[in-house]
């Protein structure tokens, strides 16, 4: 299957004063660091090379994950460097350990879905890029995609619309081409990315029917907690 990158570069401001030490992807769940429970289910998913891209305290999560032996994986790092990158200006930094396509995961988020049809949905579709997307009704964020009859008309983050009903799932396909476009090294929000994909046609849809769970606020590491717990993988 394609590699996988995990953007965990944030600053996790939103989880303090528990990422005032530790990044984002070492916060305990349920009695395991969250990277861990991510790398074991990508593994089950026949997942096999990964690739970290990693900023604020980042050498803690090499320090634990290592080289993926451990879980059956191949990982690899991309730093940021001295300037965080953001998400778009991370995946960037990280494509020449990519390659051509490759799926993208935000390091903040547990996805209860199939990755195999996913990525035969991508090369069906002979778009650039796939966006998986859930019927939302703004019950766990703002929805942001307009999805009609099985297309993805519009994805708008930061200006969404009355009739978006649907909400990025987090979880993409991209070839890497896609970023030619965008500066080396500096900051740029992958939400800009999907943003101009979607209104040029080139952005994919899949629809999934589970809800996401993320860790990205201290709600949502409750009800990430919850999860874990009912299905008694404390």
Known sequence: MLPVAILAGGLATRLRPITE?????????AGEPFIIRQLRYLRAQGLQRIVLCIGYLGEMIQAIVGD???????????????????????????????GERFFVLYGDSFLPVAFAPIEQA???????????????????????????????????KHAPKPDMAYIDYGLGVLAGKVLDSYP??????????????????????YEVHERFYEIGSHNGLKETETYFLEKGEA
């Open 122 to 156: 991508f090369f069906a579709s002979n778009k650039t890029a796939l966006m998986t997307v859930l019927e939302n009704g703004d019950r766990w964020d703002k929805s942001n995609v307009l999805y009609r009859e099985g297309e993805l008309v519009e994805y708008n």
């Open 184 to 205: 080396d090294g500096q900051a740029f929000d992958l939400a800009e990315v999907y943003h101009a994909l979607s209104l040029d046609g080139q952005l994919a849809g």
């Open 21 to 29: 030490t530790i990044p984002k992807a070492l916060v305990d769940v």
């Open 68 to 98: 993926g032996s451990k879980f059956g994986l191949d990982i690899t790092y991309s730093p940021d460097g001295p300037v965080l990158l953001g998400t778009g200006g991370a995946l960037k930094q990280a494509l020449p350990l990519l």
